[in-house]
């Protein structure tokens, strides 16, 4: 990506000095991005039967860097490797329900948001009589969230909870209907998916209240990719302003347990 811009600005330099500066004609207005997605979170982005990427975030991310005239290739990266290949430019976007955290910005640029959601916690039925997390905390259970999530970091606040870590959320959500834990957080979106999917959990668990935290969600870039944050923001601005995201987000079946922000 930088690569590319420090190109364009030599043959620029080119074209003042009065060197020639003919574009092929094949160049397209604006370089080939490439986004990240973590595929294994369920309605937000994961692949689908034919084994295609899908999802709300696929659909919102493919709509943003179009309307802003890009062309786009999509990569699968597990949620351990985004951040790190992101700041080494194997990718220029990241979108995988990301929540801004002032920890994060300082290492790296968030767009405007795109979606207010939270965490939800969700626990074994046959654990009686607790009714929050203090609770949780008073038996001394064993809950399970994604490792490096605001779910961990929230989980990390109650001592005496045993918090046990997964690569993947849906791994967390297997090791309790196992019993491997007494109760999984995460994402409300994913957190709710899961139980309407599944009527194993219906039966053996339920919520402990309802989301706990309202976080925001925005794409991750490079911080020296200024230029790129401006055309993200105007065209996801756009797209927000517009009704086009709140489709999306009817269309994926979002319900209550997130909301689409109105940008000011
Ligand atoms: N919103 C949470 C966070 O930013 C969890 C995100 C996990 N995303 C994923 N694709 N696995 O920490």
Same mark, same amino acid.
Request: net charge negative; hydrophobic share 45%; charged share 20%.
């Given at each position: 990506m930088l690569k590319r811009y420090l190109l364009k600005i030599v043959?620029?330099? !080119?074209?003042?000095?009065?060197?020639g500066c003919e574009q092929?004609?094949?160049?397209?207005?604006?370089?080939?991005?490439?986004?990240?997605?973590?595929?294994?979170f369920v309605p937000m982005s994961f692949l689908n039967d034919q084994g295609e990427l899908d999802g709300f975030e696929v659909d919102l991310i493919k709509a943003v860097v179009k309307n802003a005239g890009f062309d786009y290739e999509l990569v699968n990266v597990e949620w351990g490797g985004l951040f790190g290949g992101l700041i080494t430019k194997k990718f220029d976007l990241v979108i995988s329900s990301i929540t801004m955290l002032e920890e994060r910005k300082n290492r790296m640029? !968030?767009?405007?948001? #795109?979606?207010?959601?939270?965490?939800?916690?969700?626990?074994?039925?046959?654990i009686k009589k607790v009714d929050s997390l203090e609770q949780l905390a008073e038996i001394k259970a064993t809950v399970g969230a994604q490792i490096n999530t605001t779910s961990y970091y929230f989980l990390q606040k109650y001592e005496g909870i045993k918090i046990?870590?997964?690569?993947? +959320?849906?791994?967390?959500?297997?090791?309790?209907?196992?019993? @491997?834990?007494?109760?999984?957080? @995460?994402?409300?979106?994913?957190?709710n998916y899961y139980f309407n999917q599944n009527e194993e959990l219906i039966q053996n668990a339920r919520f402990l209240g309802s989301?706990?935290?309202?976080?925001? #969600? @925005?794409?991750?870039?490079n911080k020296e990719d200024i230029?790129?944050?401006?055309?993200?923001?105007?065209s996801l601005k756009e797209l927000l302003q517009n009704g086009m995201v709140q489709k999306l987000h009817k269309k994926w079946n979002? @319900?209550? +347990?997130?909301?689409?922000?109105?940008?000011?």
């Open positions: 043959l620029s330099m !080119f074209c003042v000095l009065g060197l092929g004609p094949q160049e397209a207005k604006n370089p080939k991005i490439v986004i990240a997605v973590d595929a294994t640029a !968030f767009s405007i948001p #795109y979606l207010q959601s939270g965490i939800a916690v969700l626990i074994r039925k046959d046990k870590t997964y690569e993947k +959320f849906g791994h967390a959500v297997i090791d309790m209907a196992n019993k @491997g834990n007494d109760g999984v957080v @995460g994402d409300s979106v994913q957190v989301r706990m935290t309202s976080e925001l #969600y @925005g794409i991750v870039l230029e790129l944050k401006r055309e993200i923001d105007a979002l @319900g209550d +347990f997130s909301v689409v922000p109105v940008p000011n």
